[in-house]
């Protein structure tokens, strides 16, 4: 079993709808973060969470640290929304999971 | 924040060979890494690169096929030695800086070189 696993592994959506990426972990962490890959490959980092909420632009990042969950929702898609979305929890070094790509068509 | 390059961007090589891959941050940094991120796959790390001292490299990787030079706090090259088709893959480098919320560190990452080996 993966010490990271993002649900679901594929999403399509349709331009306006809200989407929620989900990320479960069983390690202890320092905090969590979510990624954005777009096709040429390059990574940018959206988030970093230790606790609570964090919200920016139409993204919002939620971690439960109990639960050892964390969720990305993005409001109100745009078809430039779509890439790849990783999320990855530091310990010692970052673990990542395998991504959730999305598509979101006009 | 942190802009940070790679050289190439991309390269297609040929088996046998060694490409070396350059990263360039625009701040000084004490710890830099090096991903690889094969087809289909998640982040993998290669090594840590600490400036003046080894790399550390995870387990799998080994400085024979992937020596790191770190000379000083704002570049770090990584080299893919004696390629396979199996080296084919992403190459990141990244660095960890303090967050702009406050002292937690924020992970940047470079534009990626893309290498295909044939």
């Known amino acids: 079993k993966n010490e990271v696993e993002q649900s679901p592994q594929n999403l399509t959506a349709q331009e306006g709808e809200f989407i929620t990426i989900n990320c479960s972990y069983s390690?202890?962490?320092?905090?969590l973060h979510w990624l954005q890959q777009h096709p040429g490959g390059g990574i940018v980092s959206l988030f970093m969470?230790?606790?609570g909420k964090k919200k920016h632009g139409r993204l919002i990042a939620t971690i439960n640290i109990q639960e050892k969950h964390s969720s990305l929702h993005i409001t109100a898609s745009h078809p430039r929304d779509s890439a790849v979305y990783i999320c990855?929890?530091?310990?010692?070094?970052?673990?990542f999971g395998t991504g959730t790509r999305l598509q979101v068509f006009p | 924040s942190a802009v940070i390059s790679q050289k190439p961007s991309r390269d297609i090589c040929q088996r046998g060979t060694s490409l070396t891959i350059q990263c360039q941050v625009d701040?000084?940094?004490?710890?830099m890494f090096w991903y690889r991120q094969q087809p289909g796959q998640s982040l993998t790390l290669i090594a840590t690169?600490?400036?003046?001292?080894?790399?550390?490299?995870e387990s799998g990787f080994v400085i024979d096929k992937f020596p790191i030079s770190r000379p000083n706090l704002t570049f770090s090259t990584l080299t893919v030695s004696n390629m396979s088709p199996e080296d084919s893959s992403i190459y990141l480098c990244?660095?960890?800086?303090?967050?702009?919320?406050?002292?937690?560190?924020?992970?940047?990452f470079g534009p990626g070189t893309r290498l295909l080996v044939l």
């Open positions: 390690v202890g962490i320092s905090a």
């Open positions: 990244s660095v960890e800086l303090p967050g702009l919320a406050g002292p937690q560190e924020t992970q940047y």
């Open positions: 690169a600490n400036q003046g001292s080894e790399a550390t490299y």
């Open positions: 990855a929890v530091g310990t010692d070094k970052l673990i």
């Open positions: 701040s000084q940094v004490t710890m």
């Open positions: 969470l230790s606790s």
